[in-house]
């Protein structure tokens, strides 16, 4: 039943993105504020910047990425048996508004849902072969997402000055940024990316 339920969500989020196309970016921003109320810039910026640059670095070394993998479930699986949160009830997310990548939370593998040596693979595949924007590319793309939030999202508090900070900071050559503390604090994320087709071939 959870994983029938997980799936309808998938599906729910994947229609609420393509129903309305009149301005894909402001119906990505939307959903990203009504699924995680917390969200700050800095979210939604790492949300369409994993969309157009997937993971961010590519993975030559397959064994260091299990290794963290391994870790991370150990971590994450201590905090829930100690009931510091809960497995979200969305385990699959797409980014941005092109939907190129998923965001696949680790509870499917504490769930025996997919092996690890699976999901690796499609992860360190995703990585190295997925869908990418240049540098350029990305910062033209970004400066259409903040004149969205600019424009129809002020109230996103501290809008502004995180703007700025971002626009600091790719002007520096970062461009992979962390989640927002207040995500950090109120969500917990445990998950990995994954480009969309390689994903649908799990069939999760």
């Known amino acids: ?97 092109q939907n190129n990548y998923v965001r696949v939370d680790l509870s499917v593998l504490l769930d025996s849902l997919v092996g690890v040596p699976t999901f690796l693979d499609a992860f360190v595949r995703s990585a190295n072969e997925g869908k990418k924007l240049s540098e350029d590319e990305w910062k033209a793309k970004w400066a259409e997402v903040a004149k969205v939030i600019r424009k129809d999202f002020p109230d996103i508090p501290d809008a502004e000055k995180d703007l700025a900070t971002i626009d600091s900071l790719i002007a520096e050559g970062n461009l992979i940024l962390h989640h927002s503390e207040a995500f950090q604090n109120a969500y917990n994320p445990h998950y990995r990316i994954i480009a969309t087709e390689i994903f649908n071939a799990l069939g999760l």
């Open 1 to 97: 039943m959870k994983k029938l339920l997980s799936i309808s969500l998938f599906a729910l989020i994947v229609i609420t993105l393509t129903s309305c196309r009149c301005n894909p970016i402001k119906e990505a921003i939307s959903l990203q504020l009504e699924l995680y109320h917390e969200s700050r810039v800095q979210d939604i910026y790492k949300s369409f910047c994993q969309d157009n640059l997937g993971p961010g670095h590519l993975i030559p070394n397959p064994e260091a990425a299990k290794a963290y993998l391994t870790e991370e479930l150990e971590e994450y699986r201590s905090d829930l048996a100690k009931g510091l949160y809960d497995k979200p009830q969305i385990r699959y997310v797409p980014t941005g508004d």
